[in-house]
């Protein structure tokens, strides 16, 4: 199936663990964003790839640590982790800006849950 | 002023009822809007797009888009019970020459049998 996939799909940790969450696309985007759905359901962008290279880095704590081995997959590393950072995480991916077409496809989350 | 708003709701209709999901944008640049659905436990799922003024349909659902106003709506007609989920509103906004999509909060919409 084309889709966008992450793993794990939950992820349960104490604090001050570290820990990574796995996100691929087989559709032949270039560009691929992670997103953070905290628990009032805000969905906001943290970060985003363009063919391996980071083009948006919205003011996330250096915690947070984004790697684009190749445009098909980004992963997000966490250090440190804390409470705070319990939330739904989502990968997405889209064309580029010259496609034209700005749709954007997500993965199915990762809920984390540091204790 | 938030960047995208929508009323949280929720929105409450009877089912084969018209269901109007309204959302207003700040950034008069924005040329790309979408709205998505996310059924509670899930991801946000892409069911319209829309680029120009005026309206778009795709089955029961249609778009509507008021650059002027930065104003998107919504219309889900013939409501179903199937329906019932959180609505997003999203615009694409430009960031150092690429885009990002900023999010509303979302309406939740109840459908009743």
């Known amino acids: 199936d084309t889709a966008v996939s992450q793993t794990p799909k939950y992820l349960v940790t104490q604090m001050g663990n570290d820990k990574s969450i796995k996100c691929e696309q087989n559709?032949?985007?270039?560009?691929m964003y992670w997103y953070k759905q905290d628990s009032k359901k805000f969905l906001k962008i943290m970060f985003s790839y363009n063919n391996k290279e980071l083009i948006i880095n919205e003011t996330v704590p250096n915690r947070f640590s984004p790697k684009s081995p190749d445009k098909a997959h980004l992963n997000l590393h966490i250090n440190s982790l804390e409470l705070g950072d319990s939330a739904v995480y989502f990968c997405?991916?889209?064309?580029?800006?010259?496609?034209?077409?700005?749709?954007?496809?997500f993965g199915p989350g990762t809920r984390l849950t540091v204790t | 002023q938030k960047e995208v708003e929508q009323n949280s709701g929720p929105l409450s209709v009877p089912e084969g009822a018209i269901a109007s999901l309204n959302c207003t944008y700040s950034d008069r640049g924005s040329q790309s809007f979408f709205w998505y659905r996310q059924y509670s436990g899930k991801s946000p799922e892409l069911i319209m797009s829309i680029y120009s003024n005026g309206d778009k349909e795709d089955g029961r659902f249609t778009a509507q888009l008021n650059k002027a106003s930065q104003y998107v709506s919504l219309l889900i007609r013939d409501s179903q019970p199937s329906d019932s989920a959180t609505y997003l509103c999203a615009v694409n906004m430009w960031n150092t020459g690429f885009q990002k999509l900023v999010f509303g909060t979302g309406t939740r919409l109840l459908v009743s049998p």
């Open positions: 559709l032949g985007h270039d560009t």
């Open positions: 997405a991916s889209s064309l580029p800006r010259g496609s034209g077409n700005y749709e954007q496809y």
